[in-house]
């Protein structure tokens, strides 16, 4: 009784702090490390999707898999988010055997990866993890999901990024030397432990929190493509198996959750380390609820005055109820969002300041950042209607004229086009020539049917700019590409 009474408390509470804790900034500053176990994937999925949490980077240990083998799961699970902009790295190889699980393991699809991405080599690990923290200003947290390996190369290499970490959050067994991961690279603990940085040990302390179908039925009822790619991921026939035999259980899974909701767990403190659990009174209806509120929170986030945004097709004039349901289902709700406010802010249904609001959104979604977090240069000059992808862009991205973010080159190209930087890494996307072309000629149509800037003219622009918005998909029409200079 006394567990039950814990448990719908803690639920209650942590509710009421979901609700109301974004502050429009991250709170944790997270580079994870991985060795490719299926927990691993579903930790990460997890992580990208928290509303306060920004993931800077991954690297990929040797452990359940090799370095480069998970190298690929993971590039494959960030571009089924189109979260591309992740950088990942490769960790340097022990020298250990993989375990019996291993070709497991090396048969489970994370995601889908392009052709081309299939063959190209990850970045060393060191690299990766010098450039991320360059100048960072934030302390960062060190999640490591496989062994310490990469983390005490890169530390021992570069003892003065000691100062960027505040701790190391290790899923590891409790009893240390009997941990999987401690037992994948002994000397990386004892090198990490001898440089005095805080550790915190997670651990699972109970066998029977496990994945089953209960747990994955609750997942394909949220709205969210995080939880849909773990329930995707799941599907396979190797892991029906597995759940089947009650083999898989909340693993990695409780780190996420450990730094979202560190209320659910116990912990001790032992020289400079905590030894961490889930409190033996969670129950797993509402451990699956908790999970289901992470892996929703990112895309309900961007919200200020709105505790929803309002997809009441009542609320909306015709012809813009006619598109809401198939556009939502088609972009989702966060496109619809900055569009409608586009079109409120802009004055009206704009073509350009569509496609600037859709580019946003991919830049975001590109470095899985939210608003505010990315300075911007356009190239789409002063002068309308053009300039108009101005207003998309500052409106999706909150890199506003206000805030400093955005600037506007005197260079101007006629495809739309914009630099987007976060973290000392730029992207620069552009409208797709074939887009650009079939745009340019339908608004020369209506210039020559109505005439120019006439009321006949711009009941033409407003319907057209309806039909790009809910037939254009962000994914589509844009070129991506890594910008090294100006």
Request: charged share 25%; hydrophobic share 40%.
């Amino acid at each position: 009784m006394i567990n039950k009474v814990f448990t719908l408390w803690m639920l209650s509470f942590l509710i009421g702090v979901h609700l109301f804790a974004h502050s429009g900034k991250p709170k944790s500053h997270l580079i994870i490390d991985t060795d490719g176990a299926l927990d691993d994937m579903r930790s990460i999925t997890m992580f990208l999707s928290g509303e306060d949490i920004r993931v800077l980077a991954i690297t990929c240990s040797q452990g359940t898999l090799m370095p480069e083998s998970v190298y690929l799961k993971v590039e494959s699970l960030l571009s089924d988010f189109h979260s591309e902009g992740i950088p990942v790295g490769v960790g340097k190889m022990t020298g250990q055997e993989l375990p019996v699980w291993s070709s497991f393991a090396e048969g489970i699809q994370w995601g889908n990866l392009p052709v081309e991405q299939k063959v190209k080599a990850g970045e060393d690990a060191g690299w990766i993890l010098n450039k991320t923290t360059k100048n960072y200003r934030d302390k960062i947290t060190l999640i490591a999901l496989g062994s310490l390996k990469t983390y005490a190369d890169w530390i021992t290499a570069n003892p003065k990024v000691i100062e960027q970490i505040e701790k190391i959050v290790w899923y590891n067994d409790h009893d240390i030397e009997n941990g999987f991961n401690y037992k994948a690279s002994p000397e990386s603990y004892n090198i990490i432990r001898a440089l005095g940085i805080k550790i915190d040990f997670v651990g699972s302390m109970n066998a029977n929190y496990v994945i089953d179908d209960t747990y994955i039925d609750h997942l394909r009822n949220l709205d969210s493509k995080y939880a849909r790619q773990i329930v995707k991921v799941h599907e396979q026939t190797e892991i029906r198996q597995r759940m089947e035999q009650k083999h898989l259980q909340f693993w990695d899974d409780l780190v996420p959750l450990f730094i979202t909701d560190p209320f659910l767990f116990m912990s001790e403190t032992k020289d400079n380390m905590r030894l961490v659990r889930l409190n033996p009174g969670m129950q797993e209806p509402s451990l699956h609820e908790l999970i289901g509120q992470l892996l929703e929170s990112a895309e309900n986030a961007e919200n200020r005055v709105f505790r929803a945004f309002p997809i009441d097709t009542a609320l909306y004039k015709a012809e813009y109820a006619k598109i809401l349901d198939e556009t939502l289902k088609n972009f989702g709700t966060d496109e619809w969002r900055v569009i409608s406010m586009t079109n409120e802010i802009h004055g009206h249904t704009g073509i350009y300041s569509i496609i600037g609001a859709k580019m946003g959104i991919r830049a975001m979604e590109y470095f899985n950042v939210g608003v505010n977090n990315m300075t911007v240069k356009s190239f789409a000059g002063n002068q309308p209607p053009l300039s108009c992808l101005n207003d998309g862009i500052q409106i999706s991205t909150g890199a506003t004229i206000g805030q400093g973010l955005i600037t506007v080159s005197d260079t101007i190209l006629n495809i739309p086009t914009a630099i987007f930087e976060f973290n000392n890494r730029k992207i620069i996307i552009s409208l797709k020539k074939e887009f650009t072309e079939k745009m340019q000629k339908d608004i020369r149509y209506g210039v020559q049917t109505y005439g120019p800037l006439t009321d006949d003219y711009w009941l033409y622009i407003e319907k057209l700019a309806i039909k790009y918005w809910s037939e254009f998909s962000r994914y589509d029409i844009c070129d991506i590409s890594p910008f090294t200079n100006d």
